[in-house]
């Protein structure tokens, strides 16, 4: 598929049978004119010069693509991290937020409302937020304030409020549940997704912002090595960060993408969060795409130890390249994903986020002794994983 054919097809709200808009009537005009505004307003001249500066002068990019020369020799192919890690913030998060309310500020928001469970998401928005002078509601389970304690400091700090949600399990999924309904009753704010879910045109807008990744990643590798890579790798949990660096490289049919979903326990237990496996189609969170559901079709609440890959849903955008085989997705347990948390930081001295750990787990398995060229998305930093793991 090209880039303009993706264009095309996502600006429609659908990625083959994926998407669309499933909510209730308050909240269609809203997103109707939020698209409206994305499309008028993202892809001019004005617009796409002061978001590059932002990302170039506040965020740091382009983020380095480091040949990592000892996990390499460990794995025995020869990998490059995309260091996503080095943001300001900490995260890929921010390539979105930036660029969401660079678009809130032109539609005159009053208030930004955002969900987190990793508490990247947070964290950016919480970040944006206080460089435009704009008040900051963030949504969180109570389970992840509790896991990622460092982040929700940070988003403190930053000016922001914390809205505990505890409902369900506390987590991601719930923190979205709620900031949808909040973002119904409250006409002035607006509603920054940090995924590449939900309803349309959210999961365009974050894909379309945070495809810098992937431009960045193919052009560095082009000026380091001549050519593309074999392969290139993420994790995934609603979808971002895979879906920034697999964009560009989706058209260059020799190359291949694969994403590490969390299996967390197992795939084969019921503490799990591999969508992408056993996941079947749902309208869920307002858009159509798969989801992980009980013997009645029912949303059931999910399970992994990266609390930013711990959803039961999936962007519509993801679904579907897994239905055409462009990409492949493979679970990562739980004790895989520290098992890479703990290589990297010995062998490179980079402490990856635990989701992005599941990234560095599946490269062991699918290039060990292959001799292969690949590009691991390092999404995020580890500092806030240390503690507990």
Known sequence: MTNQAQNNTAK???????????????????????????YETAFTQEFEEEFIHLLKTYVGRPSPLYFAKNLSEEIGSRIYLKREDLNHT??????????????AKKLGAKQILAETGAGQHGVATATAAALFGIKCKVFMGVEDIERQALNVDRMKLLGSEIVPVTQGLGTLKDAVDAALGYYIEHPDAYYLLGSAVGPHPYPTMVSH???????????????????LPDSVIACIGGGSNSIGIFREFIPEENVKLFAAEAAGQGIDTDKTAATLTLGKNLIFQGANSLCLVDENGEAVNSHSIAAGLDYPGIGPEHAHLRDIGRVKYHGITDDEAVAAFRLLSEKEGIIPAIESAHAVALAQKLLKNKNKLAIINISGRGDKDVERL
């Open 209 to 227: 912002f945070q495809s810098i990744i992937g431009k960045e990643a193919k052009k560095q590798l082009l000026e380091v090595e001549g050519k």
């Open 12 to 38: 429609e709200g659908y990625y083959g049978q994926y998407g669309g808009m499933f909510v209730p009537p308050v909240l269609e005009g809203k997103l109707k004119n939020l698209s409206k505004a994305f």
């Open 90 to 103: 900490g995260a890929h998060k921010i390539n979105n937020t930036i660029g969401q309310i660079l678009l």
